[in-house]
């Protein structure tokens, strides 16, 4: 039986994504052979050796900038705004030549459980850059020891320039992303024949596959996953969610895109109402110029509509965006009844906007931020409601009123599930 290798890429604070990946697995009941990471993947594969979830969640609920640094160095961020991560990256970069990342030792001292770690039965491997030598270094577990792991973990995280490099007998390493921020080749050395790779598609080189045989299962962040620079609990707990759906959506155990749903949920919902959602589209467009129409509307679901049924992808297109207009957290797994049953309410719950705000906003060709979303999407369903929809409004809000128009046909299909 061949071996399953997991990979993980760099990605700083977005790492806590791959321990989301690798809590679905183990409910996938996915054995893992041999894992490889560079960066802070290095650092996630040392939890996944030791087969320590709760170590892993523990040290990603407690990582931040004032347990990485010194407070003298990098005072606490009091909140969330990206502009004060960077202004502390460029003092740091600037003056000192980068952030020290050594206090990260204290906290790897934390959650290394050196006997559970080279007793595990899987494999270990991460890469780092030597910058003195200009070579690359790629470590196995049994070129490790209790004493020198640290450091080579640390080394290979050492994001350079935006932290300074990691002195090993006199020689400076930065961040294995200079080789190779995906290492799959290193799995693939280490025996695996099945691989799932995770990619937060940060940046860094990424070597070309040596074996193109090997059974690849890549799973990358659907959704914004945050800054790598930004370490805090609440961005953490969310990657985590999102890699955990993420991973069970790429398996078929969940669906969904950006927003996920319990599986069977989508093509319910599809078969339920997209017949009525059509007819919905040839009553309120059927005498009009489909072709002009169809050249305007940045709409595959108008598009393909004239053309045959309705793609399924597009019509759960539609369904999504709903979800993100009226605010649905993307990291919540839904149930579609409840999920209908939630725009309905948010619109019910969403004040109504008057027509001269969108008039102006025309005119003044500033058609996003301006006027709330929310808003558009009312006035377009108490259009559609009224059967007086004033199509010269529709064209440049197409999204919104296709979004009014899902809505209104769940409210109005006297339909079970």
Known sequence: MGKVGLVFSGGGAKGAYEIGVYIALKKLKKNIDIVTGTSVGAINAVFVTQKDIKGALSFWDHVNFKTIYDEKEFPPIEDDKISKVYIQYAKGFLNEGGLDIYKMKDIFDIYFKANRFFNSNIEYGLVTYNLSKKTPVLKTKKDLTKENIKDYVLASASCYPAYKPYLIDNDMYVDGGYYDNLPVNLAIDLGASEIIAVDLRAIGFKKDIKDKSIDITYITPKNNIGSFLVFDKYHARRAIKLGFNDTLKTFGKLEGNKYTFKKHDLIKNYNKYVDKYEENIKKFLENKNV??????????????????????????????????????????????????????????????????????????????????????????????????????????????????LYIYTIKNSNLIY
Do not use: C, M, W
Not at 291 to 316: A, M, P
Not at 345 to 360: G, P
Not at 363 to 372: E, H, Q, R
Not at 384 to 395: D, G, M, W
């Open 291 to 404: 072709k002009i129409f169809s050249k305007i509307f940045n709409s595959n679901v108008v598009k393909e509509f004239f053309h045959s049924k309705t793609l399924y992808n597009n019509f759960n297109h539609i369904v999504e965006q709903s979800g993100k207009t009226f605010g649905f957290e993307e990291s919540n797994i839904y149930n579609i009844k409840s999920y209908n049953k939630g725009l309905l309410a948010a619109l019910s719950n969403t004040q109504e906007i008057e027509l001269d705000k969108i008039k102006n906003q025309i005119k003044s060709k500033k058609l996003t931020n301006l006027v709330d979303k929310r808003k558009i999407v009312k006035h377009f369903y108490k259009q559609i409601e009224n059967n007086q929809v004033s199509y010269k409004y529709v064209i440049p809000f197409i999204n919104e009123f296709l979004i009014a």
